[in-house]
């Protein structure tokens, strides 16, 4: 599987709500920055993906700019995507035009996210 088939399969288990943490190496050197979270080590990033799914629904994930360099054993990306969701503790939907950028590794043939970022530029800072 290549690196951008591994990226496209992540949006959507996203989009299904199926566990994410697979797609993380297991490591406490392992990063995730969400849009109001910084999650460091395979631990912390799989109960925080896990109460994510719990309390979401109804994703929309498109990618709209996805750049792979894909080497032997590692490589990086960047992406533009657009998500919505409902978050289902307050019955609201969200949406943001966001930018993902991230590090895989190869590790016993599976490609896994090492570091990934998602941010958003705020509605109000120009």
């Given at each position: 599987m290549?690196?951008e088939?591994?990226?496209r399969?992540?949006?959507?288990?996203?989009r299904?709500?199926?566990?994410?943490?697979p797609?993380?190496?297991a490591g406490?050197?392992?990063?995730?920055f969400g849009?109001?979270?910084?999650?460091?080590g395979?631990e912390?990033?799989?109960?925080?993906?896990r109460d994510?799914t719990?309390t979401?629904t109804?994703?929309?994930?498109?990618s709209?700019?996805?750049?792979?360099v894909?080497?032997?054993?590692h490589?990086w990306?960047?992406?533009d995507?657009?998500m919505a969701?409902t978050?289902?503790p307050?019955d609201r939907?969200?949406?943001?035009?966001?930018r993902?950028?991230?590090?895989l590794?190869?590790?016993?043939?599976?490609w896994l996210?090492?570091?990934m970022?998602v941010?958003?530029?705020?509605e109000?800072a120009?």
């Amino acid at each position: 599987m290549t690196v951008e088939a591994r990226i496209r399969e992540y949006y959507e288990a996203l989009r299904a709500g199926e566990p994410l943490s697979p797609f993380f190496a297991a490591g406490e050197d392992v990063v995730k920055f969400g849009i109001t979270e910084r999650l460091t080590g395979f631990e912390e990033i799989e109960a925080g993906l896990r109460d994510q799914t719990r309390t979401t629904t109804d994703w929309t994930v498109e990618s709209s700019n996805l750049r792979v360099v894909e080497r032997t054993d590692h490589a990086w990306f960047s992406d533009d995507v657009a998500m919505a969701w409902t978050h289902i503790p307050t019955d609201r939907g969200l949406a943001f035009d966001t930018r993902w950028s991230g590090t895989l590794e190869r590790r016993d043939g599976a490609w896994l996210f090492v570091g990934m970022h998602v941010s958003t530029v705020p509605e109000d800072a120009f």
